[in-house]
């Protein structure tokens, strides 16, 4: 009797730590470090145009970005959030080493990443990056749905430095989140 008692404590405790630790329940979660996208946009091989690393229904930059380091957190319930990215920088071309012609940047919270009809992006205010691809926000976003699995951070291109179509490159993602921890 005594064993089957144990048996349905432990397994009331573990049904409950994996309810605490789902996404859909948790409050607060953070990425640790930012990373650079790595793009392969087009195969030359074929006629088609194919886009290779898209995050949900959100597609990456077309040139290759790094970044030094980062982070990114946002409590699921209240909506805070923050982030911070450095040295985020175009790797080849004659941009080389700068932000480019990037000169704004939003963080986006993916949730329900390539599931249909229930993928969400929700989007900061666009915020400066500098030339050496530092950016930096606090603040609320609005619109984080009840449900957010498998929550996605990234950095996206806002703006760029074309008087004629300032946003002709808006919502490519260039950096993402990394080591992704969800805290209850």
Known sequence: MKQKSNNKVALVGFVL????????LAADVHWK???????AT???????????????????ATFAWSARDGHARVNLDTGAVDFEVHGL??????????????????GTLVCNAGVANTEVEVDTTDVPIDSQGNARFSG???????????P???????????PQNPNGARGFWIAT???RTIRP
């Open 177 to 179: 989140g990394t080591e």
């Open 140 to 150: 609320m976003l609005q619109g984080i749905p009840a449900t957010c699995n498998s």
């Open 17 to 24: 730590a994996a309810l605490c630790a789902s996404p859909a």
């Open 89 to 106: 920088v175009i790797i080849g071309q004659t941009f080389s080493g700068t932000a480019g012609p990037v000169q704004t940047v939003t």
């Open 152 to 162: 996605v951070f990234l950095v996206r291109i806002a703006t760029i430095a074309n």
């Open 33 to 39: 470090h930012m990373v650079g996208v790595i793009t």
């Open 42 to 60: 087009d195969n030359p091989a074929t006629q088609t145009a194919e886009n290779f690393n898209p995050v949900g229904n959100v597609n990456p």
